[in-house]
């Protein structure tokens, strides 16, 4: 019995130990498990590529020390962060237009609680390439582009349009275009369009637009003699009607052989010729928008002879008298003064025709008169040739930082359009315009000077053009400001410029230019070709050289280059702008070779060809007159010149092959500072 008692305490011992430490375990692991998980989780900031968001702790005795995991996912990425102590964070870097779940966990001691979970959706990305593709007076067309964001398929677009009342419209999922009709007439409007996906709206992309104003009306004659006449019409009931102007056209044999800008409703043109058909256009304008022409065709009167009927057999006996005194008095008239000339009549300044070498000085004189008088009268009639051409590629937001002056930019039926790169449609773009010669109609490419951000394009330009001459007119800089980028490397070594490789082969000084010889290797490929650049060096801006000898050699010289290689490549001529010294250069070289041709040149019909393709070419009355000064002065070389010696002597190319001597012997090396 003693030995039984012994043992039971010793069990029931044992079992309150071993109850003890369990129950106590148990509790503990209930206790540090399973936190309560966060509340109110909200979205704070919301854009195309970040989110933040904040919640709440929950109202646990430890939720000071809890941690917290942040996880953000979709079908295509899991984002997951642990945040200490805080109760927001911040994704960046996420893709537009995408749906996302972001769930938000507690922890403690190595515990997680349940997950809270929003579904949310990152703006998407704003439209691209916003642009006016059709417009007349009552209509607007725009359209536009998508980035590549995951579910731009599936995005509607927001359109508005706004002058002081707006009008707004959400588009059919996938449509990229849209046409507002039941405009008003020669009116500013705002278009804007934003992108909308699950609920979330981009920014807007936005352009100004002006509907065409409305045409001129009840278009009359109000007087008429047999060499002028005056015209009339109504203006339109447009809003903006008083700040209209009206373009006047007139044409003879349908020719332009008179344009005129008024703000009033009447016109008369003067010095026509009489019993002559012209017709008559007039257009308004507002804001560089055009409206629809009226048209007016009228026949100038006959002038009335009553002298032949009035007189009959008794005038015609006095007639008679008179023509055989005065065959008498000119005869000896003659005799005694056969060596003087007598002055050609003033010709027309109105209707300009090809004009004879031998009566060229002449003509130069007659513009020369009464303070270039002449001069002033032609270069007012090219003011406006061309301009109404559109320029919508130039002026696309895309395209806007590529020109260097905003008030020149190409017309888009004769700009140059480079191969469009990772189907970016406005990468075609550079500010340059194809110009016909007096061999072809795209014989040169008068271009802008490079900026920085575009001599890539001015090199892509060069190689699919297969350029083999550059003439630049201008200098990097002048007066201080930057009036081209260097595209070319002062040294021998190799210099990128994106696929391009250019690399100087020479550069030799003569007289007041420099010519270098360029290599130009495209990384794409294999081939390697070789440039002439020929750099005038005595040019300022909207000024001229400071004799014509510079330029008409100069001009002989690369004309020469030109005949040298395949006529068939286009020659790119550029200065600053790109239309004025530009203009200038091609002018004249288009008239020397008129003269040669045809023993006749006509300089403000070429002037005006070429503002037809590129606006503003022969861009000051300056250069006007400094190109007919030039023409003046080359003839007089011609004719001074002796008979079978050729006028100059420098005209061959400036480079052979390397085998054979230089042509030009006064041939040095540059420096850089010299000045003309």
């Known amino acids: 019995m003693g030995d039984v008692l012994q043992v039971k305490p010793q069990r029931w011992r044992l079992q309150q130990v071993l109850l003890f430490v369990v129950l ?21 900031t919301q854009n195309s590529t970040t989110l933040s968001i904040s919640w709440t702790s929950p109202n646990d005795t430890n939720k000071d020390r809890y941690e917290y995991n942040v996880s953000l996912s979709n079908d295509l990425e899991l984002v997951t962060n642990i945040t200490m102590g805080q109760t927001n964070y911040t994704f960046t870097n996420l893709s537009p237009g995408t749906d996302y779940n972001v769930s938000v966990s507690s922890l403690y001691n190595d515990t997680k609680s349940q997950a809270t979970v929003i579904h949310v ?11 006016v593709t059709t417009q007349n007076s009552t209509t607007l067309s725009i359209s536009w582009t998508s980035l590549d964001d995951t579910n731009k398929d599936r995005y509607q677009y927001n359109v508005l349009l706004s002058n002081g009342m707006e009008l707004e419209t959400n588009i059919t999922i996938g449509q990229t275009n849209y046409t507002f009709t039941n405009l008003s007439p020669g009116t500013d409007y705002d278009v804007s369009v934003s992108s909308l996906y699950n609920d979330r709206k981009s920014q807007a992309t936005a352009t100004p637009a002006t509907t065409d104003p409305s045409s001129p009306s009840h278009l009359s004659i109000t007087a008429q003699s047999s060499t ?25 044999n349908n020719n332009v052989v008179k344009d005129e800008t ?12 009489p019993g002559t058909t012209y017709s008559v256009t007039v257009r308004s304008e507002y804001n560089s928008r055009e409206s629809q022409p009226a048209h007016l065709s009228l026949i100038t009167e006959t002038p009335v002879r009553n002298a032949a009927i009035i007189g009959g057999v008794f005038g015609g006996l006095i007639l008679a008298a008179l023509l055989i ?13 056969e060596n003087k000339t007598i002055p050609l009549k003033p010709l027309s300044m109105k209707i300009i025709a090809k004009i004879p070498c031998s009566n060229f000085e002449q003509h130069y004189q007659q513009l020369h008169a009464d303070s270039d008088y002449g001069f002033a009268e032609q270069y007012e009639m090219l003011k406006n040739v061309g301009k109404s051409q559109p320029r919508t590629a130039g002026q696309l937001p895309s395209n806007l930082s590529k020109n260097r002056y905003k008030d020149i930019v190409p017309y888009d039926d004769s700009r140059v359009c480079l191969m469009v790169q990772d189907n970016e449609e406005t990468s075609d773009y550079i500010n340059a315009s194809y110009i016909a010669g007096f061999s072809s109609q795209k014989e040169f490419i008068a271009s802008q000077g490079p900026l920085p951000s575009t001599v890539v394009d001015f090199w892509r330009m060069v190689w699919e053009q297969k350029v083999s001459t550059i003439v630049m007119l201008a200098q990097c800089v002048e007066a201080g400001r930057p009036k081209c980028e260097q595209y070319w490397p002062d040294d021998k070594q190799p210099h990128n410029y994106g ?7 020479r550069e030799d000084n003569v007289e007041h230019w420099i010519v270098r010889a360029l290599e130009v290797r495209n990384s794409q490929f294999t081939e390697t070709r070789q440039v002439s650049q020929y750099h005038f060096q005595c040019w300022p801006d909207h000024g001229v050289p400071n004799t014509t000898t510079q330029l008409i050699d100069f001009v002989s010289v690369v004309r020469t280059d030109l005949i040298r290689t395949e006529m068939s490549k286009s020659t790119v001529v550029h200065c600053s702008a790109g239309v004025g010294r530009t203009g200038t250069f091609i002018a004249l070289d288009q008239a020397i070779q008129q003269i040669e041709e045809e023993d006749m040149v006509e300089l403000n019909t070429i002037v005006k060809n070429m503002r037809r393709n590129r606006c503003m070419m022969v861009q000051t009355e300056v250069q006007y007159k400094f190109l007919h000064t030039c023409v003046r002065d080359y003839l007089k070389s011609k004719s001074d010149q002796v008979v079978g010696m050729p006028i100059y002597q420098n005209t061959a190319p400036a480079y052979q092959d390397q085998n054979s001597r230089r042509v030009y012997e006064n041939m040095h090396s540059i420096d850089i500072n010299d000045k003309c």
């Open 24 to 44: 106590q375990v148990s509790s503990m692991g209930m206790q540090s498990q399973y936190p309560s998980p966060p509340v109110q989780i909200r979205v704070t």
């Open 228 to 252: 002028s006449f005056s015209i009339s019409w109504t203006r339109p009931n447009d809003t903006n009607e008083s700040n209209y102007q009206y373009n006047v056209s007139l044409f003879l």
């Open 262 to 273: 008024t703000n009033g409703t009447h016109i008369t043109f003067t010095k026509l010729l």
């Open 121 to 131: 959706t990152t703006d998407p990305s704003p439209p691209l390439e916003l642009r």
């Open 499 to 505: 696929k391009f490789i250019i690399s100087l082969l």
């Open 325 to 337: 005194i005065s065959f008498l008095v000119l005869r000896r008239h003659f005799k005694n003064k």
